[in-house]
């Protein structure tokens, strides 16, 4: 998931978006159905994926304005 939402946010092209986006699905429909994990086990990956996430963005805001990523800096 993690990786996904990167992935959206740099592409530029809404199909390459799109593609994107249906990686998680994707990849938890595999994961459930070739039997190597449980639905349970795919549903706490992608909680521990959004909340690192989360903490990752809240963190961000507390950088100084130098570390950010922005390509001018006010």
């Known amino acids: 998931m993690v990786i ?10 809404r199909w ?3 593609l994107w986006a249906m990686y998680p699905p994707t990849i938890f429909f595999v994961i459930v ?7 349970f086990d795919a549903a706490m990956g992608a909680l521990v994926a959004t909340t690192a996430t989360a903490a990752a963005f809240q963190l961000a ?13 006010e």
């Open 16 to 18: 390459a978006k799109v």
């Open 33 to 39: 159905v070739t039997g190597n994990h449980f639905w």
């Open 4 to 13: 996904a939402f990167a992935g959206v946010q740099l592409v530029r092209h």
């Open 61 to 73: 805001r507390l950088r100084p304005t130098a570390w950010a990523w922005a390509t001018e800096y």
